[in-house]
């Protein structure tokens, strides 16, 4: 059961109204690294939990999020406060109420579809979804996810403080900024209180490609770090040679049933291409400067870059 106190966590001091700022700070209401994302991935983790601390801290901190909303909220609102006045009232000539409103980002969308009210959206006008929360259920994943998270919404935070010179909402931002980085020291604590905790899941990886780094993007500006060299890795830099991994003829095959054999066998025969053929296409027939070689080279088709180049320069003059 949830009671609400009227007590902000945090005092909200906006120095005037700004639809434009207060439309980029929407992307922390709505949007996929906002406190309406994250109060929900951890309510959703925490009702499930087994475990009762971790049950107890993911229910702490996703009700503390809900706070946070209610802190971006109130800021939202506050910044559109003047232009939500002066739009319900009609108080401003319509030259300069379209100014107020329309002051950038989706600031119109929010005055005119919202009043001014926060949207369940980003900052973009894109309505929150339900997929911003990827909990998969097992604590190890969802963990580290978490963390992830708070790092993420924690670079958005810095990000908006740094549009603004309102010395309120730069000290409210820096509060929920900071938060995020107590909340990543929490759910880091929580991970490695599990023992074994990597490889997530009960099943173990498999050796020997666990201690595998496959070097696929060979040649220039290779670099070797912990990351991909030392004792803890078998790595593999001639690829061609050291594929299928697991010993096979790398194909791909399946068993069929007799009949699912003989129909599969009527499907390709009756779409198998002719290597033979080179038909005419639309292509052909339509082809003008500019379109490269083509089946019948009178068809007006450039053979080559001096050709090209010539026929651009016919079509400049005519």
Do not use: C
Not at 148 to 177: C, H, Q, W
Request: net charge negative.
């Amino acid at each position: 059961m949830f009671m609400h106190n009227k007590t902000l966590q945090y005092t909200v001091r906006v120095s005037e109204p700004n639809p434009a700022l207060a439309s980029l700070i929407l992307e922390q209401f709505g949007g996929p690294d906002g406190e309406l994302a994250a109060a929900m991935r951890y309510f959703t983790q925490g009702l499930a939990e087994d475990d009762p601390g971790r049950k107890d801290l993911l229910l702490d901190i996703a009700t503390e999020e809900l706070s946070h909303l209610e802190v971006v909220g109130s800021i939202v609102a506050m910044l559109n406060k003047g232009a939500k006045a002066q739009l319900s009232e009609a108080a401003m000539k319509e030259a300069e109420l379209y100014l107020a409103i329309n002051a950038g980002g989706n600031s119109h969308t929010q005055s005119i579809l919202y009043g001014g009210g926060p949207a369940l959206t980003n900052s973009s006008g894109v309505p929150f979804s339900g997929a911003y929360v990827d909990s998969r259920g097992d604590p190890a994943v969802d963990l580290r996810s978490n963390i992830a998270a708070e790092s993420r919404a924690k670079i958005v935070y810095e990000r908006l403080i740094n549009i603004t010179d309102d010395p309120g909402i730069k000290d409210a931002l820096g509060f929920l900024m900071t938060r995020e980085v107590a909340h990543q020291k929490s759910f880091e604590k929580a991970l490695y209180a599990i023992k074994d905790n990597f490889p997530p899941g009960k099943l173990p990886g498999l050796l020997p490609f666990a201690n595998m780094y496959v070097n696929t993007s060979a040649g220039e500006g290779d670099v070797d770090g912990p990351w991909n060299s030392g004792e803890q890795w078998d790595r593999v830099d001639d690829i061609v040679s050291a594929i299928p991994l697991d010993g096979g003829d790398g194909t791909a095959s399946v068993k069929l049933a007799k009949d699912d054999k003989a129909v599969s066998a009527a499907l390709a025969a009756r779409v198998m291409s002719d290597p033979a053929g080179n038909p005419t296409t639309g292509a052909d027939l339509g082809a003008g400067p500019g379109a490269g070689r083509m089946t019948d080279e009178d068809m007006g088709g450039a053979s080559d870059i001096k050709d090209a180049v010539k026929q651009a320069e016919e079509l400049t003059a005519a």
